[in-house]
């Protein structure tokens, strides 16, 4: 498909020189087009500019009478978000424990009466493959209406070596099933399973004698996740198994510092991770392990609000010189949401950062979370046509600003328009990829 869209209001995040991340300072700026037009070729950003400049673009006339073309006028276009930490795959709510917490209970308190984690694995282990892709199917599409055009899915809701590697091979299927780009990751060290509560040296080593062999013979993963924290994985635990990760091809991705200062921000650093996640116990000593890395910081305020905690200290990690990523952290116990506009508010509402730079780290430097920064998440030709077009809007600071409601009005993925349904209507596509 060819597409021109013309006099739009304000084109975001263009990139003539594409980076793969902003760090620091350079997170308060992002470049613009005012009047602008954009073409797609195919999957691809082919060309933009500024409207009075585009009967200068070669066989302009030939190539505007093939395209479908789109007005935007009044309104703006952004790149797709990169939500690069979710848990979207899971069965059934958890709206129950959703009372507890505002009775009083701590996320801790209701995890050790069976609840959390645990819960979920219950559900998954009740369900069939089908089911789950379905069930995901329908939320990826909803959050592709908010604008994400990128996703990363982790296991952990199986924490058996065949419910694990159900949940694996649901996602892989929806890589086939959906338009978003999917990441997925095994999280087999998501918590300790009843039955090791009391020899988890025992559970880790069924993850790496079993769970990974068996997820790398069927190429179930791209990235490798560990929930190192205070009642969960130790620092020791996590070394181990990310060790054996690596030996299979997979790059690290951790939750680290979300209750305790545990020093996964560290072990993440060692290990070379592509993110560090939560973080919401982040002080000097960890700011410093993360200069200089390639690790990027990756803070989920959703699930801070949704629990009540601290927020992570976004405005020091900025003004310390780090770049950060912001992501949705869709699950059922802690975040039911993946509605990346609501994130982008939270970083400028809970975290004091700019637009800019919420812009900034939900797209370019979310997608560098996700190893997609090359081809993804900026305005640049030759970058895939996964992009957004608002309704009318007045400035892009309207869209943290005015928090709430759906602002974008065209969802273009890889060079094609979406259409706002969701799975029912899709059953016979969905039904080929199951059978």
Known sequence: MKILIKNIKELIQVEDNPKLKVSGKEMSGITTIKDAY????????????????????????????????????????????????????????????????????????????????????????NASENELVEQTFNRLEEVKMFGTGAIEIKSGYGLTVEDELKMLRVIKKLKKLSPLKIKSTFLGAHAIPNEYKNNKKDYVGLIINKMLPLIADENLADYIDVFCDRGFFTVEDTDKILEAGYKYGLRPKIHANELAFSGGIQIGVKHNALSVD??????????????NSKTMPTLLPGTAFFLGMKYPPARKMIDSGLALALASDFNPGSCPSGNMQFILSLACIKLKMTPEEAINATTINSAYAMDLSKDYASIAKGKKANLFITKKIPSYEFMPYFFGTNKIDTVILNGKIQKDYYYVKNMVKIKKVIH
């Open 38 to 125: 954009l073409f797609i070729e195919d999957d691809r950003i082919s060309d933009f500019g500024k409207m009075s400049d585009i009967k200068k673009t070669p066989d302009f006339y030939m190539l505007n009478r093939a395209f479908k073309e789109i007005d935007a006028k009044g309104k703006m276009v952004f790149p797709s978000f990169c939500d690069s930490h979710t848990h979207i795959v899971f069965s059934g709510t958890r709206e129950i424990e959703y009372i507890d917490k505002i009775k009083g209970l701590s996320y801790e308190e209701i995890a050790r009466r069976g609840g959390g984690i645990l819960n979920s694995a219950k559900k998954l282990h």
């Open 278 to 291: 939560h973080l919401e116990c982040t002080g000097d000593k960890e700011i410093e392990a993360l200069k």
